[in-house]
């Protein structure tokens, strides 16, 4: 038995060990905002937070985050900086086909509770490890300087 904090809740799951993470909040939790994308942590999809920080769900195995806090994109409207990241992504219209959407979106948290006024050239470096198979990355970097602006002025 391995107990999870998944989005601020105790979970406790009976699972290999080595399952990967991804397939824990996918299969195991139902909580499919996750997504799998490559499964070799190089496109980005399955980003989620580990005690803050972005970590590729599809390659981590669960015993790695047991009694660490997982956060998913499934939390990120309770967290003022993923809401004021997902209203920029709406208001940029930056989805397209949208399966890359909620990992850009956790690696974008990430970079603005780390970097909260990034250069254009940090966003590009923050964002490289997330691949959008539309090209959407013009309107990534404007959301997130939007939401840059945005909480640098209070704002929500």
């Not at 799998?36 to 989620?48: E, K, R």
């Not at 992504?89 to 603005?112: D, F, K, P, R, T």
């Not at 940090?122 to 013009?138: P, Q």
Request: glycine letters at 10%.
């Amino acid at each position: 038995m391995t107990r999870l904090q998944v989005n601020g809740q105790a979970k406790d799951i009976d699972v290999p060990e080595d399952m990967p993470l991804l397939w824990v909040l996918r299969d195991e939790l139902g909580m499919t905002g996750t997504k799998f994308g490559c499964g070799m942590a190089l496109c980005g999809a399955c980003t989620v937070h580990v005690d803050g920080a972005p970590v590729r769900a599809c390659v981590t195995p669960v015993s790695v985050v047991a009694g660490r806090a997982v956060a998913t994109i499934e939390a990120m409207a309770q967290d003022r900086v993923g809401a004021v990241v997902q209203r920029a992504w709406v208001e940029n219209n930056v989805a397209q086909c949208g399966y890359c959407q909620a990992g850009q979106i956790m690696s974008a948290v990430n970079l603005l509770k780390t970097t909260p006024q990034p250069s254009d050239s940090e966003i590009d470096e923050a964002m490289s490890g997330n691949i959008c198979r539309c090209g959407t990355y013009a309107r990534i970097r404007a959301a997130i300087q939007q939401a840059a602006g945005r909480l640098a002025r209070g704002g929500v």
